[in-house]
């Protein structure tokens, strides 16, 4: 049977027609032609919708009780610039949407996220092993093409020399600080929470006979001001995700702590147009504890640690593109997932993959690159990098 609030909820959030199939039975909701069906082979609670649109929704979907009957992605890129209209019960979901920031909760969040296995993530990542947004300067560019060119677009913004000391905070699994190495002579450090990054960066350093070169470490950024290390230049990307809003500040702080007097930073980051706290189901599921920034409130930090703004660059549609190919090699692979993985978890990421994408697309989220100077530099170039 069908439910006139449920009828009535999702038409507020969906802003096309569709089709409502329950059952053996259809129902058009919308005016025009609809553009996709949607099945529920299990009625949604009204209180789960009530609490939050994303989380009654994503678990119906991870768990097989609702489907569409087109693509995924292109279903969410037609109503996900409607989040707005989403419902989110923040005093219900207080404790998933405001976690701790201490160190030993953010170092579960992170681990809870990177830490489920390396075979997983060389599934459907290229070569490189670099999950943040590529660069496609060329239509034709390959995900392995865009990563190498992110890699190298960041390198020319930090104007490495040969012998110079880069840090990078949150590592990953270490592609850019052994391009760094390789093609500058830089001696580079990488810091990371995850002991699955950690154990394959550092041996892909030996792989790579960099190890006079490079070093990681497991490391906590809120470590950095304590340590005595100093770099030329520091990058970041996509890191301060994890942070959480409180820290801001704090993480700012550290980068200060430890980079020269005239040493460039460069900050990759997923951001928001606004402050908000941030998805229900993105939290419970995909980053515990991961909240965006807003931009303002990032660049409205850097005054106070005498860091100059150099460049602020958006990177919002190379982001949608690089989860488009993600999610196609996320596919390609599905049958080995499933079976690593487990045919719910997979369910989960390919939403995930396909929600994000999508919300990229709608400018829901964005992705800033910004280039600081710590005081002025006026040795650096007065042409902009690209």
Same mark, same amino acid.
């Given at each position: 049977?069908?439910?006139?609030?449920?009828?009535?909820?999702?038409?507020?959030?969906?802003?096309?027609?569709?089709?409502?199939?329950?059952?053996?039975?259809?129902?058009?909701? @919308?005016? !025009?032609?609809?553009?996709?069906?949607?099945?529920? $082979?299990?009625? +949604?609670?009204? %209180?789960?919708?009530?609490? #939050?649109?994303?989380?009654?929704?994503?678990?119906?979907?991870?768990?097989?009780?609702?489907?569409?009957?087109?693509?995924?992605?292109?279903?969410?890129?037609?109503?996900?610039?409607?989040?707005?209209?989403?419902?989110?019960?923040?005093?219900?979901?207080?404790?998933?949407?405001?976690?701790?920031?201490?160190?030993?909760?953010?170092?579960?969040?992170?681990?809870?996220?990177?830490?489920?296995?390396?075979?997983?993530?060389?599934?459907?990542?290229?070569?490189?092993?670099?999950?943040?947004?590529?660069?496609?300067?060329?239509?034709?560019?390959?995900?392995?093409?865009?990563?190498?060119?992110?890699?190298?677009?960041?390198?020319?913004?930090?104007?490495?020399?040969?012998?110079?000391?880069?840090?990078?905070?949150?590592? @990953?699994? !270490?592609?850019?600080?052994?391009?760094?190495?390789? $093609?500058?002579? +830089?001696?580079? %450090?990488?810091?990371?929470? #995850?002991?699955?990054?950690?154990?394959?960066?550092?041996?892909?350093?030996?792989?790579?006979?960099?190890?006079?070169?490079?070093?990681?470490?497991?490391?906590?950024?809120?470590?950095?001001?304590?340590?005595?290390?100093?770099?030329?230049?520091?990058?970041?990307?996509?890191?301060?995700?994890?942070?959480?809003?409180?820290?801001?500040?704090?993480?700012?702080?550290?980068?200060?702590?430890?980079?020269?007097?005239?040493?460039?930073?460069?900050?990759?980051?997923?951001?928001?147009?606004?402050?908000?706290?941030?998805?229900?189901?993105?939290?419970?599921?995909?980053?515990?504890?991961?909240?965006?920034?807003?931009?303002?409130?990032?660049?409205?930090?850097?005054?106070?640690?005498?860091?100059?703004?150099?460049?602020?660059?958006?990177?919002?549609?190379?982001?949608?593109?690089?989860?488009?190919?993600?999610?196609?090699?996320?596919?390609?692979?599905?049958?080995?997932?499933?079976?690593?993985?487990?045919?719910?978890?997979?369910?989960?990421?390919?939403?995930?993959?396909?929600?994000?994408?999508?919300?990229?697309?709608?400018?829901?989220?964005?992705?800033?690159?910004?280039?600081?100077?710590?005081?002025?530099?006026?040795?650096?170039?007065?042409?902009?990098?690209?």
């Amino acid at each position: 049977m069908f439910d006139n609030f449920f009828i009535e909820y999702l038409s507020n959030i969906i802003p096309v027609a569709f089709n409502l199939q329950i059952e053996d039975e259809t129902r058009k909701v @919308g005016n !025009g032609e609809a553009e996709f069906t949607i099945m529920i $082979k299990k009625p +949604i609670s009204k %209180t789960e919708l009530l609490t #939050s649109t994303s989380l009654a929704l994503g678990e119906a979907y991870m768990r097989g009780e609702i489907d569409v009957d087109k693509d995924l992605y292109e279903v969410l890129n037609l109503f996900l610039g409607e989040m707005g209209k989403f419902t989110t019960n923040k005093s219900k979901l207080k404790s998933l949407l405001f976690t701790a920031t201490s160190k030993a909760n953010q170092k579960k969040e992170v681990s809870s996220h990177y830490d489920i296995g390396n075979e997983f993530y060389r599934l459907w990542l290229d070569e490189t092993m670099s999950y943040s947004c590529g660069y496609f300067k060329e239509e034709k560019n390959t995900l392995y093409e865009a990563q190498m060119n992110k890699i190298h677009h960041i390198l020319d913004k930090l104007h490495l020399e040969e012998g110079m000391t880069l840090l990078d905070i949150g590592c @990953g699994w !270490g592609a850019l600080l052994i391009e760094a190495a390789k $093609k500058y002579g +830089i001696k580079g %450090t990488g810091i990371t929470l #995850s002991q699955e990054q950690h154990a394959k960066f550092k041996e892909r350093i030996q792989e790579e006979g960099l190890t006079q070169l490079l070093d990681v470490r497991i490391m906590d950024y809120r470590d950095l001001i304590k340590s005595e290390l100093t770099f030329d230049r520091i990058v970041s990307v996509g890191m301060l995700e994890h942070v959480g809003r409180k820290n801001y500040d704090l993480f700012i702080k550290n980068a200060d702590a430890v980079l020269k007097e005239k040493g460039l930073f460069l900050l990759h980051s997923i951001t928001a147009l606004k402050e908000h706290p941030g998805d229900a189901w993105i939290k419970k599921y995909i980053f515990p504890g991961g909240t965006v920034p807003s931009l303002r409130e990032i660049l409205q930090l850097m005054p106070e640690y005498r860091f100059y703004i150099l460049d602020v660059e958006s990177l919002r549609r190379h982001y949608n593109r690089t989860l488009l190919c993600w999610r196609s090699r996320f596919v390609e692979h599905r049958e080995e997932i499933v079976t690593l993985m487990g045919e719910e978890f997979t369910r989960m990421w390919e939403l995930y993959l396909a929600s994000c994408a999508a919300t990229f697309n709608n400018g829901i989220i964005d992705l800033h690159q910004i280039l600081l100077s710590k005081g002025a530099n006026n040795e650096l170039p007065m042409i902009r990098v690209v």
